[in-house]
């Protein structure tokens, strides 16, 4: 923590200065120290401190880089909620870690019985079926499919319908799923239920495809990695490099079906750089604008809404929203109005100011240490299910306000779903 501040405090005097490279170094340096530390202490390469610290504080330092004339110095009060963010979060888990040395457990799972590992199965069928049904009637009600659309960069933001949407999207627990139950209970699985597993599998991959979705790609793909390591204890340097080499031109893909080109990402962004080659812009983009929209908010925020933000996924999954627009008629403060991804504390801002974002970092930490401390133990598929989550929510904490999104909250309650259907069939 000592070295973190230190570095805090470097890139805070060097960005007032004008030296933004230097600015963004010493913060990415630390994050790259932070990860290093967890790493070394615990051996797990997805531990959720060190997930966090290294993608929170190394995505505050590639935003100080300031590549884009978007970006302006930030004030005082941000850089204090940045590191409330982080500090409140770090210190929490810190306090509680008092045997973290002992963290070196393997984590070692397998399905236990044949029943247990039959419920992964049905779990995967019904969430297909349900995502699937969602995704086809989605797709007549309104009458296209965004991946076969050209010239329409929004296609997918207006693909949804209230409701079904989340099922529609649930479709991305099942490759973390096919993990689970390949990585069961040994022993060879009937051939049509093996062909049924990698249709199911590929069906879930399909629909982010059709639906020309990066990011619920990029989720699923996710989940499954990490849903693996936190079984296996580890992943080899060739599954990276065949992850990578089939996700880019996935990527790519969508980013063609998206109608977005490199002329259109940087005139959005605005890059100083006009020339800036597009895989260096959109990753900048989808990282350092989340800060930059964090800033506006505590610049032009007049009044905090006192706990009716973080509770949107209540008042849209009870439908009160329709009844009482009120309760989410808040308007969100971004510096352009194309780009309007934010970070994981922007609502606690919202709603109580830096105090709201210290005591939700506070309790994401206590989150995290207590699924820390339960995973070596875990008995459940749906605690590794539930783990993959919780990193990736960490590993793209710059990106969204993942617990004021109803779509996460549905997720946890399909997980939740999942380990009592798998605890009821496993005994």
């Known amino acids: 923590m ?9 890139s805070f005097i060097l960005s007032r200065s ?3 490279y230097m600015s963004g170094a010493a913060l990415m340096a630390a994050a790259l120290f932070l990860y290093a530390l967890d790493y070394r202490r615990t051996g797990n390469l997805i531990h959720l401190r060190a997930l966090f610290s290294l993608f929170w504080v190394g995505g505050q330092g590639i935003s100080c880089l300031k590549l884009s004339s978007l970006q302006t110095d930030w004030a005082f009060e941000t850089w204090a909620c940045f590191l409330a963010a982080f500090a409140g979060f770090w210190i929490t888990y810190e306090i509680l870690d008092k045997k973290r040395r002992r963290y070196r457990e393997r984590i070692t799972y397998r399905n236990r019985t044949m029943r247990a590992r039959a419920a992964t199965f049905d779990c995967m069928v019904v969430i297909t079926v349900l995502s699937s049904a969602a995704f086809l009637f989605e797709a007549v009600v309104l009458g296209y499919i965004p991946f076969f659309l050209r010239g329409v960069p929004h296609a997918y933001s207006e693909f949804h319908i209230t409701g079904v949407h989340y099922f529609t999207v649930s479709c991305v627990l099942v490759p973390a799923l096919t993990v689970i139950y390949f ?16 249709t199911m599998t590929v069906i879930s991959l399909l629909i982010p495809i059709l639906c020309v979705s990066r990011f619920q790609l990029i989720l699923a793909v996710a989940l ?18 065949v992850l990578v080499v089939l996700m880019v031109p996935l990527y790519v893909l969508l980013t063609i079906a998206r109608s977005h ?35 506006c908010l505590v610049e032009l925020l007049p009044e905090h809404t006192w706990g009716l933000k973080m509770l949107f996924p209540v008042w849209a999954l009870t439908g009160l929203k329709f009844l009482v627009p009120s309760l989410v008629n808040f308007p969100i403060y971004v510096d352009k109005a194309e ?40 008995k459940n598929p749906a605690g590794y299910l539930l783990y993959s989550q919780m990193a990736a929510y960490m590993m793209l904490s710059f990106f969204t306000t993942w617990f004021s999104n109803p779509a996460t909250w549905f ?8 380990g009592l259907y798998c605890s009821w069939k496993g005994h």
């Open 411 to 418: 997720y946890l309650a399909m997980t939740a779903a999942i």
């Open 339 to 378: 780009l309007t991804t934010v970070t994981l504390f922007y609502d606690s801002y919202y709603d109580f100011g830096i105090l709201g974002v210290l005591l939700f970092s506070c309790l994401l930490g206590l989150a995290a240490y207590l699924l820390m401390k339960a995973i070596p133990r875990m």
């Open 18 to 20: 004008g030296h933004y």
């Open 224 to 241: 499954a990695v990490f849903t693996y390591i936190s079984i296996q204890g580890r992943f080899r340097l060739i599954h990276g490099v």
């Open 2 to 10: 000592i070295v973190y501040l230190i570095c805090y405090v470097a």
């Open 183 to 198: 990585m069961g209970e040994r022993g060879r699985a009937e051939r049509k239920k093996c062909i049924a597993i990698w």
């Open 261 to 295: 080109d490199v002329a259109y990402l940087n005139g959005i962004f605005e890059m100083k750089n006009s020339s800036m080659p597009i895989f260096v812009t959109q990753p900048y983009m989808y990282i350092a604008n989340n800060y930059e929209n964090f800033n």
